[in-house]
């Protein structure tokens, strides 16, 4: 069992400053991390736990407790991998991809439009129905885009 550092800015400091220097370093944890600041961005539950393999890493190399890293991850996240509508509408095709494998196409629609700005919800929306077009979900998504026009 590891024990965290008594200074709660020191242990927050350690694990950002591991958390960029993979991110600079290592094309899996920047992709991982743009997975989970989609999610988060559109309003998802939390994406990973403590067992998540990057928060096992980050405490392991860190020597800190699993909770204390995965609160941090979650902050960093926030803080730094939100996504903008702008983002989200140019790279449509990903997001569909990544929020289909965390939640069901209701879920989806309804996360993506209450996260988009009320002027921005039909370019979000034509981004959406091009990006379905292409998805092997389609069918399911389809039936569900006329109630949202």
Same mark, same amino acid.
């Given at each position: 069992?590891?024990?965290?550092?008594?200074?709660?800015?020191?242990?927050?400091?350690?694990?950002?400053?591991?958390?960029?220097?993979?991110?600079?370093?290592?094309?899996?944890?920047?992709?991982?991390?743009?997975?989970?600041?989609?999610?988060?961005?559109?309003?998802?539950?939390?994406?990973?736990?403590?067992?998540?393999?990057?928060?096992?890493?980050?405490?392991?190399?860190?020597?800190?407790?699993?909770?204390?890293?995965?609160?941090?991850?979650?902050?960093?996240?926030?803080?730094?991998?939100l996504w903008s509508t702008e983002e989200?509408?140019?790279?449509?095709?990903? #997001? &569909?991809?990544?929020?289909?494998?965390?939640? =069901?196409?209701?879920?989806?629609? *309804?996360? +993506? /439009?209450?996260?988009?700005?009320?002027?921005?919800?039909?370019?979000?929306?034509? #981004? &959406?129905?091009?990006?379905?077009?292409?998805? =092997?979900?389609?069918?399911?998504? *389809?039936? +569900? /885009?006329?109630?949202?026009?």
């Amino acid at each position: 069992m590891t024990i965290a550092p008594m200074d709660p800015r020191e242990a927050h400091l350690r694990v950002w400053a591991l958390i960029e220097s993979g991110l600079e370093s290592n094309a899996s944890w920047r992709e991982m991390f743009l997975d989970y600041g989609l999610l988060a961005t559109v309003g998802f539950d939390q994406p990973f736990d403590q067992d998540d393999e990057k928060v096992r890493e980050l405490a392991e190399q860190l020597d800190l407790p699993a909770d204390l890293v995965e609160g941090e991850v979650c902050y960093f996240i926030r803080q730094n991998c939100l996504w903008s509508t702008e983002e989200l509408v140019q790279r449509m095709d990903t #997001a &569909l991809q990544v929020l289909a494998m965390h939640g =069901k196409p209701e879920e989806v629609v *309804e996360g +993506l /439009l209450d996260f988009s700005p009320y002027a921005q919800r039909p370019a979000v929306l034509r #981004a &959406l129905r091009l990006a379905v077009a292409k998805s =092997k979900d389609a069918a399911d998504f *389809e039936a +569900l /885009l006329p109630q949202f026009e």
